[in-house]
């Protein structure tokens, strides 16, 4: 056996559940501490997962039957997956509760939807969830079956509850082409936000120091409304900013999908992830990453 292989059966096993844009920004900072096997649904990922240092696996959360080799590989779980599109629960979460192993350590990334709206007021982690559409109880849903698998398993879950994620390649920059419109700005909502690269910090430190339980907003500094962030962008690109409409108007020209983002208003202050994580953000905020790109 050569060095190399010794030095990865030395550390500990990973699975990393998700591998989706997040999940490949997170593998370069997993692979030197963890020996990481990452489960994917496609086989024509294997080859990517494999040069990107992972140990591919083929298997689907909707089919469970494909997941069972994977019962107690790995002591330490990210779980990335996104629940099902559709209904009030997610199965998903549920197949993945049957395959860890007692006493594993998981974090799981939820979403801030599951506060629903707050009024533009700014919350902390101890607000109580109030999911006022599926996608957002399907996320309840998941993080409730993930603490009764901690309670029953002696599991140490940390769930962290993230925005809108953006990158350079996750800009609105399609919707200002076509001249979505946006909300009147006394009509606006506040909105929350975090680069893709912070996100993967964000996962790693709480693998190393999150608290058993303990809920984190895995959000940045940005104090911003939507069309605020839409303008942002806009004037960073050079583009023209989206006209802006009366929410009874708007309600005409967005899809059901995005009036139901503009109908949640909410602030998230992030000083766990700061105090109990040690996160230091790259970009703490939206502008920060435009100006910092040379964008602005």
């Known amino acids: 056996m050569n060095s190399k292989n010794k030095h990865q059966l030395g550390r500990p096993r990973l699975l990393l559940i998700g591998c989706g844009d997040v999940g490949m ?3 370069p900072l997993l692979r030197g501490r963890y020996r990481v096997f990452a489960l994917t649904s496609q086989p024509e990922r294997l080859a990517e997962l494999r040069a990107a240092g992972a140990v591919p696996i083929l298997g689907n959360l909707d089919q469970p039957a494909t997941l069972r080799r994977l019962a107690g590989l790995a002591r330490h779980v990210v779980h990335l997956a996104p629940p099902p599109a559709e209904g009030m629960k997610d199965p998903r979460t549920r197949n993945v509760t049957a395959i860890l192993p007692d006493r594993a350590r998981l974090v799981y990334v939820s979403t801030t939807g ?3 709206d707050a009024g533009g007021a700014w919350i902390d982690e101890t607000r109580t969830v109030a999911p006022q559409n ?11 079956v993930l603490r009764r698998w901690a309670r029953r398993a002696g599991g140490r879950l940390s769930i962290l509850r993230v925005p809108g994620i953006y990158a350079a390649d996750r800009l609105p920059l399609k919707r200002l082409e076509q001249g979505t419109p946006a909300l009147l700005p006394e009509q606006d909502v506040y909105t929350n936000h975090v680069h893709a690269d912070d996100l993967a910090a964000i996962v790693l430190q709480a693998l190393r120091l999150g608290r058993p339980g303990r809920i984190y907003h895995a959000v940045d ?6 069309g605020e962030y839409f303008d942002a962008v806009a004037d960073a690109f050079g583009m023209p900013r989206p006209p802006r409409l009366p929410r009874g108007e708007l309600a005409q020209a967005v899809s059901p999908a995005m009036l139901s983002f503009m109908a949640e208003s909410r602030r998230l202050g992030n000083r766990r992830l700061k105090e109990e994580l040690g ?3 790259r ?3 939206v502008n920060h990453f435009l100006r910092d790109r040379g964008i602005s």
């Open 134 to 144: 599926a996608r957002a109880h399907r996320r309840v849903d998941a993080e409730r």
């Open 279 to 281: 996160v230091r953000l």
């Open 114 to 116: 599951v506060y629903g």
């Open 221 to 226: 500094d940005s104090d911003m409304k939507m």
């Open 283 to 285: 970009y703490p905020s």
């Open 25 to 27: 920004r997170l593998l």
